[in-house]
């Protein structure tokens, strides 16, 4: 099994429309992530979070908000979805250790009509 | 501020070696990685390098020189599967211990 998970997968949804993206791990990790990707922009902090208590907005927050409900737990939400929104979004995961790289999940390929 | 500088695009012939740059200035430095990405795939970890010199493995190595703020991906006897964009990403000494990532170099490999 995958050590992150993503769900869903795809999701093509209307302006307006409130959106869930769900992120599981089974890495133990305290470090979550979420970035979103765009073609010639690279990818792109949303939120991360070092444990269930501390969650922090990254370079481009306006639009989302998360929840971490337990360690293994991080979703991301978009209120009112809009067409600039349409992206590819990935969570990630990352140990304490210095040297530890981060572990993303599988994508999620978001349309907004 | 943070920025993280990479060619856009490369091309290179099956069985050749190919360099991949990247350039940073970032406020603080803690170390650097570097990602290989399929396209709508996830990025998978190749290499992180924190001290200055040469790091091998197998087929790919990453150098790194933090005076010159420098570093690049070395990928030999290149395979038509080693088409991907590759990602340079800075581990930024602060309280939040970030990694911020570079665009991507998008390597085309031809037969």
């Known amino acids: 099994d995958a050590d992150v998970t993503q769900t869903p997968r795809n999701r093509i949804t209307k302006t307006g429309k409130r959106i869930m993206l769900e992120c599981s791990q089974t890495k133990g990790h305290d470090r979550m992530y979420w970035y979103r990707q765009d073609p010639g922009l690279g990818l792109r902090l949303i939120y991360y979070s070092f444990d269930v208590k501390d969650i922090n907005k990254g370079e481009i927050s306006d639009g989302y908000s998360v929840s971490r409900q337990a360690q293994a737990k991080f979703s991301l939400s978009l209120e009112s979805a809009i067409p600039n929104q349409t992206a590819l979004y990935f969570c990630a995961t990352r140990g304490l250790a210095s040297t530890d790289t981060q572990y993303f999940g599988p994508g999620t390929r978001l349309t907004v009509l | 501020g943070q920025n993280i500088d990479q060619p856009t695009e490369m091309t290179a012939t099956e069985g050749a070696i190919v360099q991949i740059n990247c350039t940073y200035q970032t406020s603080g430095f803690n170390g650097l990685f570097w990602y290989q990405q399929h396209a709508g795939e996830a990025p998978t970890f190749l290499s992180y390098?924190?001290?200055?010199g040469l790091e091998e493995k197998g087929r790919f190595s990453s150098f790194l020189s933090r005076s010159k703020g420098y570093s690049y991906l070395l990928l030999k006897e290149l395979q038509m599967k080693d088409s991907a964009s590759y990602l340079c990403a800075v581990r930024v000494k602060n309280r939040d211990d970030k990694i911020i990532f570079g665009k991507g170099t998008r390597l085309h490999i031809l037969p």
């Open positions: 390098n924190v001290l200055d």
